[in-house]
């Protein structure tokens, strides 16, 4: 069976320090990864997917980056974070297009 | 604008009634659509996906979708209190780069015992 873990659960972050949010998936082989961000109330958002390793594709701009350094790991992350990064980031698998995406547990960011 | 509006934004339905929501897509390209539920603090979980024109029920659950129009309803029939969540409609197109997902804001359930 497949799993999802994110990490960290929940960060406190200071605006204007670095953030690194980390995904890995476990028991599927080249699955399509994919970061989303939901503020508080509101709808979920897609920022970046990768389809392979090495690639990512950026769907919103909200000055932050992705990368997957492996097959199985999608790496989020800025240099500076902003009072609006605050939310609830969702990093999500599929086992390629037209397939449903499942989601993993999720990190909730504050910055103060 | 969004392009995946959903309607009523909240709902409270007695146990065991019916709750039915509701989804369109603005965006012409889309081919399928998704029914998701999140519960307060957890992340979403897949309930039903459609593709074809016609309905599709698993147990309480049954959805609709009219591809002319680009609408998808949501009936969730003998509502319990544990079905109290935020329900999350999204689309996506056959030629989607990378299978993106377009959500529509919610609609926020409460089922009242």
């Known amino acids: 069976a497949q799993t999802i873990h994110q990490w960290p659960v929940a960060e406190i972050k200071a605006v204007g320090s670095p953030l690194s949010l980390g995904c890995t998936i476990k028991?599927?082989?080249?699955?399509?990864l994919y970061w989303y961000w939901q503020a508080t109330g509101g709808t979920l958002q897609q920022l970046f997917y990768?389809?392979?390793?090495?690639?990512v594709e950026s769907v919103v701009q909200l000055n932050l980056s992705a990368s997957r350094p492996k097959d199985d790991q999608f790496i989020l992350s800025t240099e500076k974070l902003l009072l609006s990064h605050s939310g609830f980031y969702l990093c999500?698998?599929?086992?390629?297009?037209?397939?449903?995406?499942?989601f993993g547990p999720g990190t909730r960011l504050t910055v103060l | 604008q969004q392009k995946v509006q959903q309607s009523p934004e909240s709902l409270i339905v007695p146990e065991g009634g019916m709750a039915s929501l509701n989804c369109t897509s603005s965006?012409?390209?889309?081919?399928y659509f998704w029914w998701y539920r999140q519960h307060s603090g957890k992340s979403p979980k897949m309930l039903m996906?459609?593709?074809?024109?016609g309905e599709k029920e698993e147990g309480r659950f049954t959805v609709h979708l009219n591809k002319a129009s680009l609408h998808t309803s949501l009936h969730i029939r003998d509502s319990q209190p544990s079905d109290s969540a935020l329900y999350l409609c999204?689309?996506?197109?056959?030629?989607?780069?990378?299978?993106?997902?377009?959500f529509g804001i919610g609609t926020r359930v409460l089922v009242r015992p």
């Open positions: 999204a689309a996506s197109g056959a030629n989607s780069a990378g299978n993106k997902l377009t």
């Open positions: 990768s389809i392979t390793v090495g690639q």
């Open positions: 028991g599927k082989s080249s699955p399509n």
């Open positions: 996906s459609i593709f074809s024109n």
């Open positions: 999500a698998w599929s086992p390629g297009t037209v397939y449903e995406q499942y």
């Open positions: 965006d012409r390209n889309v081919d």
